[in-house]
Every structure is written in C-alpha cells, then in structure tokens.
C-alpha cells in the first residue's frame, strides 16, 4: 500500500526559509519520479517541482530560483527547500506519486497517490 507522508509545514514570514520532507513507502521509490504539487484556498491543485529517480528537476516559473527538489533514495524521501518565500506561497503543500515509473508528475491526471497534505503559511 503506497504511503506519503508529509512534513515540515508551518508558519513563516515573508523572506524565511521551509524544508519540507515527504517519507515514502509501499513502492519500489528509486524507480518513480515524484512531485511536489500545493493548493490555495479557492485555487487549483498545481505543481511546485518534479523530479526523475536520477534528480533532474522540474519547477513552476513562479518558484524557480527560490525552491530546491531534491531525494535521496536509500532514505526513501522527497525534500522540497523552500527560500525567499512570499505570501502567496501559502497554500497546502502535497507529495505526489505517479500512476507508473518513468512519467513526471506534473499534472494532477498524471498522479497515482497524494500524501495528506502539509500546511505552509507566509505571514508577518
């Protein structure tokens, strides 16, 4: 049974930093690229980064430069660094796993299982 397990959330100020960590079980994780999607009150689920068992990575144009992907495989986990964050990167932060091996999950369609979300908020 897969399993995602999210963590690291919270309340930050405009400008701080966040790691999030997503602790993966129940599949074989070296052989799936995973994802980082969030969703806002009122928005839709979107994607934050993805990226492919060997580490190469995919970002949304609002967060490049400022939020890092990154796993390490023998831990089976998915880190998304998060810095300069603003406030509209408050949102529900989810880990995501794909239907298959060798697709990106970049779309919500594209996912096979979600974590149960963790709570980032931007705020003075």
């Known amino acids: 049974q897969v399993q995602l397990v999210e963590s690291g959330g919270g309340l930050v100020q405009p400008g701080g930093s966040l790691r999030l960590f997503c602790a993966a079980s129940?599949?074989?994780?070296?052989?799936?690229?995973m994802g980082w999607f969030r969703q806002a009150p009122g928005k839709q689920r979107e994607l934050v980064a993805a990226i492919t068992s060997g580490g190469t990575t995919n970002y949304a144009d609002s967060v490049k430069g400022r939020f890092t992907i990154s796993r390490d495989n023998a831990k089976n986990t998915v880190y998304l660094q998060m810095n300069s964050l603003k406030p509209e990167d408050t949102a529900v932060y989810y880990c995501?796993?794909?239907?298959?091996?060798?697709?990106?999950?970049?779309?919500?369609?594209?996912?096979?299982?979600w974590g149960q979300g963790t709570q980032v908020t931007v705020s003075s």
């Open positions: 995501a796993v794909p239907r298959s091996t060798l697709v990106l999950p970049t779309t919500t369609e594209s996912v096979g299982s």
């Open positions: 129940g599949f074989t994780f070296s052989r799936y690229y």
